[in-house]
Structures are given as structure tokens and as C-alpha cells.
């Protein structure tokens, strides 16, 4: 509480009470040395046990999800390709990329039947081959089946390298399913990656002042739910009135 001088009152009456129960303890002509004693058997006190090591199998598992992390890490220093060949200064990382797709399903409205917390793992998986054989895009010339079958070979060492069990199952499961757009969380977290792409086009073009036009028309008419047409609708809305 400010103001008053109430609460000053209140507080100097329990001060004095405070020192006035500590004072008879003080005697300021006590000999050093018993104040010493009293520390030095505090401090004579042997050490807390140290804590046991970790078991040969959780010490196993921490370096099988180090090594998975550290693979990770790719995600961050891999550039989108798209970016790259357009000429965007300081181009985001696929893990940016992956990042706000994640947000995305955090923050989109409920829907009946969707599984949020499906959908914000599936946004963090969706792309996690690309670690291994990077952002490989349609102007590469790589055929889909190919592409397809690189990125699963890649996922399967990823996995294997997590050490299997249910992690890794889940994450396998995850990427399968949106690669064949196979629920209706897949088919939300498809339209995000498409949204997110062209919400990333506009901050580029109203940042670098650049124009990249092909980026939405390649997105156009390709939305298969209601939030992403919304979503999508409002970037291209901004878009045009700038």
C-alpha cells in the first residue's frame, strides 16, 4: 500500500519487537573463539552423498537424443532454397520456417475433431529430413518419388539414431502422415506451410522491397481448409492494398 504513515508505524513496532527478541542472544564481549567453534563444527559437517550416476540405459538414451539434437541443429543453419534463389538477404532457416508453422496451430481457432497438439507436432516434424538432405524444391529438377524416397531414408536414420522406441515412432508416424495428407491434421499443417511460405513472401517484399509474385501464384487455389483460405485470403488482401 503507498501513502499514509499507518503502515510506517506498523513496520517500525515489528522491527522493534524483532531486534528486542534478538538483542539478549548478542553479547558483544563473547570471545571470538566460541563463535568460531560453532562455525567450524558447522562446517565439519561431512558433504550430502553425491548423486548416483545415471544407469548404463539412461545414459545411453541422453547421448542416442544428443546425437539426435545436434543433427537437428542443421534445421537451423539450412537456408529455405526458395529464398536463396530469389536473392532475399538474410533468408529465414528451415527451422524458422517449422517454428511459426508451429505457432500457427497454437494460436488457430478450434475446429471440431482436430487434434491441436497433433497438429503443432506435426508442424515441428514436417520438414526435420531436410537436416540430412536440405530444401530440396520443384526448380531442382528432382523427381517426386525420388525426393519422397531420399527424405524417408533420411527420417529413418534420424529415427534410428534417436534409438527407436516410442519418440521415434511417433515422429516417424508424424511425417508419414503429412506426407500423405492423409488426416485432417495433416491437411491443416499442409495449408500452414503454404501460408506461412506466402506471409513470408509479403514481410520479404514490404522489407527488401522485391517482388515475389510466384510465390503466392504457386499457392493459389491450393488451400483445402477454411482457416487456411482465411489466413491466406487476409495475407493477399494486405498484400494488394500496399
Not at 536473392?87 to 482436430?114: F, K, N, Q
Not at 516434424?125 to 538432405?133: G, N, P, Q, R, T
Not at 504457386?218 to 482457416?227: E, P, R
Request: neutral net charge; charged residues 25%.
Amino acid at each position: 500500500m503507498m501513502g499514509g504513515s499507518r503502515p510506517l508505524t506498523l513496520y517500525t513496532k515489528s522491527y522493534t519487537l524483532i531486534s528486542s527478541s534478538i538483542a539478549p542472544r548478542f553479547n558483544p564481549h563473547r570471545p571470538i573463539r566460541n563463535r568460531t567453534v560453532l562455525m567450524s563444527s558447522s562446517s565439519s559437517q561431512p558433504d550430502p552423498s553425491p548423486s548416483p550416476s545415471p544407469s548404463p540405459s539412461s545414459s545411453s538414451a541422453a547421448a542416442a537424443a544428443i546425437d539426435f539434437l545436434s543433427l537437428c541443429h542443421r534445421l537451423k543453419t539450412t537456408k529455405r532454397a526458395g529464398w536463396v534463389r530469389r536473392g532475399v538477404r538474410e533468408p529465414e532457416s528451415v527451422a524458422d520456417h517449422m517454428y511459426r508453422m508451429g505457432v500457427m496451430a497454437l494460436v488457430a481457432p478450434d475446429m471440431p475433431g482436430i487434434d491441436r497438439d497433433r497438429c503443432i507436432k506435426m508442424a515441428i516434424v514436417h520438414d526435420i529430413a531436410e537436416a540430412i538432405v536440405g530444401d530440396i524444391t520443384p526448380s531442382d529438377g528432382v523427381p517426386k518419388l525420388e525426393k519422397n524416397r531420399m527424405e524417408k531414408e533420411a527420417l529413418d536414420h534420424m529415427c534410428n539414431l534417436l534409438g527407436g522406441g516410442s519418440r521415434a515412432k511417433e515422429i516417424h508416424e508424424l511425417w508419414m502422415e503429412y506426407e500423405e495428407n492423409s488426416s485432417p491434421e495433416a491437411k491443416i499443417v499442409k495449408d500452414f506451410d503454404k501460408v506461412e511460405m506466402i506471409l513470408q513472401a509479403l514481410e520479404y517484399e514490404n522489407e527488401q522491397g522485391i517482388d515475389l509474385e510466384e510465390f503466392f501464384q504457386s499457392t493459389a487455389g491450393k488451400f483445402q481448409t477454411d482457416v487456411g483460405k482465411a489466413w491466406a485470403f487476409e495475407i493477399t488482401s494486405r498484400r494488394k492494398k500496399k
